[in-house]
């Protein structure tokens, strides 16, 4: 499979069938690629919420610009940053690392250090900012993982992250919903599916120095 050819293939989709549902084996192939993510120093700042529910859905969909594939896709995922990172969740990472790669967690002492400045260094809007970035790269990583597997997505901005944090009691688990994506198959009758991709000339894009 040709990755050029399906980034050219997938588009935001408009009108998901409201029928067809994703495959659970495709679906953790996705959820597994934005696990995959890479992100500042490894911390993974976010979680990702699978929302299969269609009652819950149908009450998200007034706070989503009443975007109804909030309802209709197969799947709603929901990136959600953590509200903070504390010495505890710093410690628990190290922790991960040195059961992960069989190290002594002593040896971990410097890395600690940086962490605990670098977090305790951002102020909490700064934090927040830094978290979604992050997220962004995992949702970066899931539409490709879309693309490969023929699964239609959308990327949304279009909804109230408070609105969203009240409906699925986020903050209660110390998440803040920063953007989120619509998974299944375009309809038939979608007319962006015939739309010629517009993006800027490589040659105005690419700055090669
Ligand atoms: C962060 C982000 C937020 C977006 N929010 C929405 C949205 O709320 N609703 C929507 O229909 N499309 C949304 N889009 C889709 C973009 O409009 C679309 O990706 C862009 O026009 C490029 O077109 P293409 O993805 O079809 O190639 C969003 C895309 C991104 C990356």
Known sequence: MDLLQQLGWRYAVKKFDPERVIAAEHLEKILE???????????????????????????????????????????LLVFAIRREINDADIEQYLQLIAGTRDAPRENLAGLERILREFIGG???????????????????????????????????????PAAYDRVLEL???????????????????????????????????VIRI
Not at 143 to 149: E, F, N, S
Request: charged share 20%; net charge neutral.
């Open 33 to 75: 690629a934005a696990r995959l993510a890479p992100s500042a120093f490894g911390l993974q700042p976010y979680r990702l919420l699978v929302i299969a529910d269609k009652q819950v859905r149908e009450a998200l969909v007034e706070h989503s610009m009443h975007q109804d594939k909030v309802l209709n896709s197969s799947h």
């Open 122 to 160: 951002m102020s909490p809007e700064n934090y927040r900012n830094w978290a979604s970035r992050q997220a962004y790269l995992a949702l970066g990583n899931l539409l490709t993982a879309c693309a490969l597997l023929q699964v239609d997505a959308c990327p949304m901005e279009g909804f109230v």
């Open 171 to 205: 903050d209660q688990i110390g998440l803040a919903a920063t953007v989120i994506a619509t998974l299944g198959y375009r309809a038939a009758d979608d007319p962006y599916a015939r739309l010629r991709k517009v993006r800027m000339p490589k040659e105005e894009f």
